[in-house]
């Protein structure tokens, strides 16, 4: 057993149990709705631009962050925006997933 223990990167499972602690927090806090919320608004609540909105967001910050990171952030705001009224998530989702790879290209 504790060969086991010595192989496991410990370092690594609690930079995502704290990250998960850390998104669940923001999201229990409101913090993460508040986002959702400001991002429709600055929208408008128009699909195509919410979605270039994420693109552009996810690239630029993924440039600078860590994709993995941000994005288990940002997954619970574009949930929350399904629930707002965003009718049709699959775009943001695309976009999420496109801006986050562009912008971690090295």
Do not use: H, R, Y
């Not at 602690?21 to 408008?44: F, N, P, Q």
Request: proline letters at 4%; a negative charge.
């Amino acid at each position: 057993m504790e060969n086991a223990f010595t192989k496991v990167e410990w370092t690594t499972i609690f930079f995502f149990v704290g990250l998960f602690v850390l998104v669940s927090g923001l999201v229990e806090t409101g913090g993460i709705s508040e986002l959702a919320a400001k991002a429709i608004e600055l929208t408008g609540g128009n699909p195509i631009a919410t979605s270039m909105l994420i693109l552009w967001l996810s690239a630029i910050a993924s440039a600078f962050l860590d994709n993995i990171p941000f994005v288990a952030t940002m997954i619970p705001m574009i949930q929350e925006m399904g629930t707002m009224g965003v009718e049709n998530l699959e775009p943001l989702w695309w976009s999420l997933a496109l801006g986050a790879c562009l912008g971690g290209n090295d």
